[in-house]
């Protein structure tokens, strides 16, 4: 394994996910203030849909910067596959925003917005891990 390659691909890919979760942070926010819905089963879907869009930037960014992939005519197959790792990342995180969100009261003085946060940090923190490794391993692997 050429672990310089591999570093320079985690490092883009983090560089990407930051966008990513700026992406997916900014726009859950201004759903939740939209809607006024910051816990509870509706955030299921208020997660569902930012984390959507942060993964449609992702695999485009992913392809060509991260992993280098400038076509081998198997877009659709990898699009599927990155749509399946990308799914599970989905429930990993969507699950930890609801669970951190509704089953376990704010703390620190932070107010229900702001826990709604906390519950996203550790969201992306756990699905960005299974997210490099079924991209690197399933999608782009050379």
């Known amino acids: 394994m050429n672990y310089s390659l591999v570093t320079g691909q985690f ?6 996910g930051g966008l990513n979760t700026a992406i997916d942070f900014a726009l859950l926010n201004l759903l939740s203030w939209a809607t006024g819905i910051y816990e509870g089963n509706w955030i299921i ?3 569902t849909i930012s984390f959507s869009v942060a993964v449609i930037n992702s695999y485009i960014l992913n392809k060509r910067w991260a992993f280098g992939d400038q076509g081998s005519g ?3 197959r990898k699009f599927t596959l990155f749509l399946a790792v990308s799914i599970v990342g989905a429930v990993i995180n969507t699950a930890v925003v609801r669970v951190v969100s509704t089953n376990i009261d704010p703390m620190f003085g932070l107010s229900q917005e702001l826990w709604l946060n ?5 969201a992306t923190g756990l699905s960005l891990v299974w997210n490099f490794i079924g991209y690197k391993i399933l999608v782009f692997k050379k």
């Open 118 to 122: 906390v519950g996203k940090v550790l």
């Open 45 to 47: 879907l208020l997660n």
């Open 74 to 76: 198997e877009g659709g």
């Open 11 to 16: 490092i883009r890919f983090a560089i990407i």
